[in-house]
């Protein structure tokens, strides 16, 4: 496929968005991007194919004026001034304006945009504004036409990124990245524009003479700084993996087996990607970790939301934010978005209040149950009697699991993780024997008691022995006994609604 062809292909729901608001006649649209040169070279597309060279294409900004870029003349004047010279112009075509997305809350901007409308309305003229986000006003709801120019699709970052190789290949470089890895590459880069991916890839690839997979650490750098700039969305780099999660069996089927739905094969079989998944249960025994392994396991990025960030106010409207982070998750996507501790954010009591909480709440739900970008939510939650029965009903969260304190064979599981994981030998240990000790320990305090030993050890210069991991044991009140009453309430509380993440020892 040639890189014309390969360029009429990218971003086609957009482009086709904008092509049917102008072919439909709105006089006025406002369309939402990130990029300028990008949107301004697809509206040159039409205006050439439409208008043939005989109208007027005219561009104004604040630092310019009013503008012919196709001629190359200028004008220097207020957006005020600029929409009475256009409203007054003889000429069919289209008139572009930038820096207005803050403006429309003037009046003088609104009655001269509402004069515009009047004007244009049926002579084949066109006034568009860009910019990142329009809030229109009331006033304007009825005379603005508003659009969503995406980001950069996977085909387009595709043949952005391959571009780029094929021009470092020319060079004499070598490429040596698997068609696995150059997938990762494109995932990696969802979510940023097109000059954001080509600078991404310059400072991943800068004086390498060779091109290989190291590459994708530094990628995921930058994907971390595009969450930081958002402010509420962290971007979660693990190292852990499904073989870091002790036991949890059922769970570990589960994801297993939807690993490949984010796939286009899956795509080609009529499979959709799963929406989400609701982990319940009791505090320290794995959700935070099994959700990382997701990310590890479906090679996808991870973001996690934080709800306090979301009420604090201080990124703006609590509304405001969370319908932002929304967004810019289904930018990245493919991807998953963590809510730790859900009920905290979105509980049966904010669902009712009528408070900003109940709002959220709502939206929440809407956007589960109808969401068409491939994210899947993974939400995690203590407090499961907070939860609103809404929550929990199929057709937002594709399974709901409970997981319980380990059993038998999963201390025994954790156990051999953190002894592995602190290169002890593990034929020194009676791992048996040390999962009867911590009967009704949860998998945190498994870590801790591991973790405490090796200290204790290391400060005598020797090696860890099993008698140091009792020593911590016999001195441990494990959170089952302190809380024994609050989680036998979680065990009732869950058996009828959800699904056990663990096999039973025997089984």
């Not at 852990?240 to 899956?266: C, H, M, Q, S, Y």
């Amino acid at each position: 496929m040639t890189a014309a062809n390969q360029s009429s292909n990218i971003r086609q729901a957009s482009i086709k968005a904008i092509k049917d608001v102008l072919s439909g006649g709105y006089p006025v649209l406002a369309i939402e991007t990130w990029e300028e040169e990008s949107t301004i070279s697809t509206l040159t597309g039409f205006f050439n194919s439409a208008f043939k060279g005989m109208g007027s294409f005219v561009v104004w900004d604040l630092q310019k004026g009013l503008c012919e870029p196709l001629i190359g003349n200028a004008e220097k004047m207020s957006a005020v001034e600029a929409l009475e010279k256009v409203q007054n112009s003889e000429k069919p075509g289209f008139y572009i304006f930038k820096d207005l997305s803050d403006k429309l809350s003037e009046s003088d901007i609104q009655r001269r945009i509402k004069n515009v409308y009047s004007s244009f309305r049926g002579q084949n003229k066109f006034l568009i504004l860009i910019g990142a986000k329009f809030s229109l006003p009331l006033e304007l709801n009825k005379d603005v036409a508003l659009i969503d120019y995406k980001l950069p699709e996977i085909n387009e970052i595709r043949f952005i990124v391959d571009d780029y190789l094929s021009a470092l290949s020319k060079r004499g470089i070598e490429i040596s990245l698997t068609v696995d890895e150059k997938d990762q590459i494109y995932t990696s880069l969802k979510g940023f524009t097109s000059a954001e991916i080509r600078f991404a890839l310059n400072k991943a690839c800068i004086a390498k003479k060779t091109i290989t997979n190291s590459i994708l650490p530094i990628l995921h750098d930058e994907k971390e700084q595009l969450a930081k700039k958002d402010g509420v969305l962290e971007y979660v780099r693990g190292t852990e993996t499904i073989d870091d999660v002790g036991g949890l069996e059922n769970l570990k089927e589960w994801l297993v087996k939807r690993r490949k739905l984010f796939t286009p094969e899956a795509a080609a079989a009529g499979l959709r990607p799963p929406r989400g998944l609701l982990m319940m249960g009791i505090s320290g025994c794995g959700k935070s970790l099994s959700v990382k392994a997701i990310s590890a396991l479906w090679n996808l990025p991870l973001f996690r939301l934080d709800m306090n960030k979301v009420y604090s106010g201080s990124y703006g409207t609590p509304e405001g934010t969370f319908f932002r982070a929304i967004k810019n998750i289904e930018a990245v996507a493919p991807a998953i978005l963590w809510i730790d501790e859900i009920e905290g954010g979105i509980s049966s009591s904010t669902a009712k209040d009528g408070s900003t909480g109940s709002h959220i709440f709502s939206a929440f739900l809407t956007w589960m149950q109808e969401k068409s970008s491939d994210v899947f939510v993974a939400a995690t939650a203590n407090r499961i009697d907070l939860l609103p029965a809404e929550i929990i009903r199929k057709g937002r969260f594709d399974q709901v699991f409970f997981i319980d304190l380990p059993n038998d064979s999963e201390r025994e599981h954790i156990f051999k993780v953190h002894l592995q994981k602190r290169k002890n030998d593990l034929s020194k240990f009676d791992l048996p024997l040390l999962s009867v000790a911590t009967e009704f320990w949860n998998g945190a305090e498994i870590e801790s008691a591991v973790e405490a030993a090796m200290i204790e050890s290391f400060s005598r210069n020797e090696t860890m022995t099993q008698d140091d991991l009792y020593t911590i044991i016999r001195n441990t009140v494990p959170l089952s006994r302190t809380m024994a009453e609050q989680i036998k309430f979680i065990k009732n509380w869950a058996s009828e609604r959800a699904v056990s993440a663990s096999i039973s020892d025997g089984k």
